[in-house]
């Protein structure tokens, strides 16, 4: 079936360094993959989405590109802020169902 | 002009008792979703519904029942309520099963089975 690994957290950055939240998958066919974002205390929100192999996804600085050679969709942003303290899930979506990783957590201190 | 909500946000029971869990979207959508998340963030499908008729039925034990009485509304009844059970529960919603529609979360409804 279709499955979601992502790195295990937590990750602890310093403000302005370089985040990569690692995300590989298994699947059949050609799903669709995405990152969700979960603030402390708040429900899930959708950071960026590809659709097909080489598609690249982008939002408030945040950038994943959907590689089929290498079944993965890592999670970059080249400098980031306090505000980006947040559990990270990455996921595939088949026919029907949307398939999880089990969430990273991301500490961004001052 | 919220996009899905849920009620109640926070539910407090005793084991043994049953409770429901209300969901809601003004997004015009044709398919909505339960979720349970655990204690350690581990997220997973439970149910989804498209146009009121079930298309996902995960392994969940049949003391859960999903109801979706129009559209816009599907409901999640709980009977027996077990420790086990305390987790928060996302309600979500999409354009159709298409895997390129997105998914739209509601905030979440933390049980506690005390």
Known sequence: ?110 | DTAVSQTPKYLVTQMGNDKSIKCEQNLGHDTMYWYKQDSKKFLKIMFSYNNKELIINETVPNRFSPKSPDKAHLNLHINSLELGDSAVYFCASSQSPNPYNEQFFGPGTRLTVL
């Open chain 1, 1 to 110: 079936g279709n499955s979601v690994t992502q790195m295990e957290g937590p990750v602890t950055l310093s403000e302005e360094a370089f985040l990569t939240i690692n995300c590989t998958y298994t699947a059949t066919g050609y799903p669709s993959l995405f990152w969700y974002v979960q603030y402390p205390g708040e429900g899930l929100q959708l950071l960026l989405k590809a659709t097909k192999a080489d598609d690249k996804g982008s939002n408030k600085g945040f950038e994943a590109t959907y590689r089929k050679e290498t079944t993965s969709f890592h999670l970059e942003k080249g400098s980031v802020q306090v505000s980006d303290s947040a559990v990270y899930f990455c996921a595939l979506k088949g026919f029907q169902k949307l398939v999880f990783g089990t969430g990273t957590r991301l500490l961004v201190s001052p």
